[in-house]
């Protein structure tokens, strides 16, 4: 199938003469002429007969004009959609972020996305990295907010911020809190960690193990949360990011663990699947997440 024929075809039965719909096509009549023969040739009948006037179309060219034109209609659709999308006028965004991420980085930055471009569709899933990473392989987000380090030869990073972790524990070893301790010592008492399939609780492991320190927590939690909740009513001391937790240390009963072995900091990344375009809202949005305002706005 020849749609540039079909497009001449268009143009002729709308313009009602071969001069005018060569003006509109930017061709000369002959050109007009010669494709619409072979069209006819191709379909084995006649589409037009010439009048005084000009053109007209035959029965079979009505047959066609009525689906050809509804074609066209569909292409200039998609055509407007298609700029609308890139003017961010209308479009949908897929984020993974865990819920820690979410909560503590996401959401600020999503209501002011949204401010300014509301006819575009956020939707996010808050699953733990391996979990996002997976959904972008297989095309059912975006982008995902994973914590670093992390390698995949199939996806793109783009840093957006450092992430320092530190521990965290109530009133009950609030004297732990007063000068650095050892990590070794600090492991003696009990631990609230991530669950063991999280990014981060891979990274806290490690730095555990290059210590030589064995910990085997007293409770595992999903998120950041509830490892805080805990360690508020003095289960144990917390492994948490500190650059989410600064307000509620300042505010609340939970203290600060310095330790000699200080956790190394790490990053957080945008993470998507390479030689895959990002729509244009998706691009506009890790614009945003490279900014880093305030959490407030």
Not at 80 to 95: A, D, H, M
Not at 214 to 242: Q, R, S, W
Request: proline share 5%; net charge neutral; aromatic share 12%.
């Amino acid at each position: 199938m020849n749609l540039e024929l079909y497009k001449f075809f268009y143009h002729v039965a709308k313009a009602g003469t071969v001069s005018k719909a060569s003006e509109v096509l930017y061709v000369t009549q002959p050109a007009v002429s010669r494709a619409i023969k072979q069209l006819e040739d191709e379909l084995g009948c006649q589409l037009f007969f010439r009048t005084s006037k000009g053109v007209k179309l035959t029965q079979e060219g009505e047959v066609l004009l009525q689906n050809v034109e509804q074609a066209f209609n569909f292409l200039s659709s998609g055509e407007r959609k298609i700029s609308e999308i890139k003017g961010l006028q209308t479009g949908e965004v897929r984020i993974g972020a865990s819920d820690t991420l979410c909560k503590y980085y996401l959401a600020p930055f999503l209501k002011l996305f949204k401010t300014y471009f509301p006819a575009i569709k956020v939707v996010v899933t808050c699953p733990n990295t391996p979990e996002i990473v997976r959904l972008i392989k297989a095309g059912e987000i975006d982008f995902g907010l994973v914590n670093m380090p992390l390698k995949d030869e199939m996806l793109e990073f783009k840093h957006i911020m450092n992430i320092q972790d530190c521990f965290i524990a109530g009133q009950k070893y609030k004297h732990l809190s007063g000068t650095k301790r050892h990590i070794r010592e600090i492991a003696d008492y009990p631990m609230l960690l991530l669950e063991k399939t999280s990014n981060t609780r891979i990274y806290i492991d490690e730095y555990f193990e290059k210590n030589s320190v064995t910990v085997t927590p007293d409770f595992e939690f999903p998120n950041i949360d509830l490892l805080i909740h805990f360690a508020k009513y003095d289960f144990g001391i917390a492994c948490v990011m500190e650059s989410f937790v600064g307000d509620i240390l300042e505010n609340s009963t939970l203290y600060k663990i310095n330790v000699i072995e200080k956790i190394p900091p790490r990053s957080m990344s945008v993470a998507w699947l390479k030689d895959i375009p990002l729509t244009a809202a998706a691009k506009e949005l890790i614009k945003y997440l490279e900014y880093n305002p305030p959490y407030e706005f």
